[in-house]
């Protein structure tokens, strides 16, 4: 069992920066995959970025690549997201979530999700 909590979401202008982490209980965070995902309003949830147990192998979604970077400290129980360069259409509810591998991330499939954490970009 994963439990995960998100903070470090807020309101932004666009241009600025924000890290989002995500604190993670249980046994099993350093062997699992961890991604982050968003939804924006009136959207779907959409895969933003993944990254494998070690951190030496991650995926972005090609809106954010470039921009976002996703790390994780294993001793920590935490997984990070940095967004630079952000723009009003990054606004979304971002989660994250353990899996077991990059590529079912990638593909929507979690085992445990947050509960989100709000990031508004204003133009």
């Known amino acids: 069992q994963v439990q995960l909590v998100e903070s470090g979401g807020g309101l932004v202008q666009a241009g600025e920066s924000l890290r989002l982490s995500c604190a993670a209980s249980?046994?099993?965070?350093?062997?699992?995959?961890m991604g982050w995902f968003r939804q924006a309003p009136g959207k779907e949830r959409e895969f933003v970025a993944a990254?494998?147990?070690?951190?030496?192998?991650?995926n972005y979604a090609d809106s954010v690549k470039g921009r976002f970077t996703i790390s994780r400290d294993n001793a920590k129980n935490t997984v990070y997201l940095q967004m630079n360069s952000l723009k009003p259409e990054d606004t979304a509810v971002y989660y994250c979530?353990?899996?077991?591998?990059?590529?079912?991330?990638?593909?929507?499939?979690?085992?445990?999700w947050g509960q989100g954490t709000q990031v508004t970009v204003s133009s």
């Open positions: 990254i494998n147990w070690s951190g030496g192998s991650t």
């Open positions: 979530a353990a899996g077991p591998s990059n590529s079912l991330l990638v593909a929507g499939i979690g085992d445990y």
């Open positions: 249980g046994r099993t965070f350093s062997s699992s995959a």
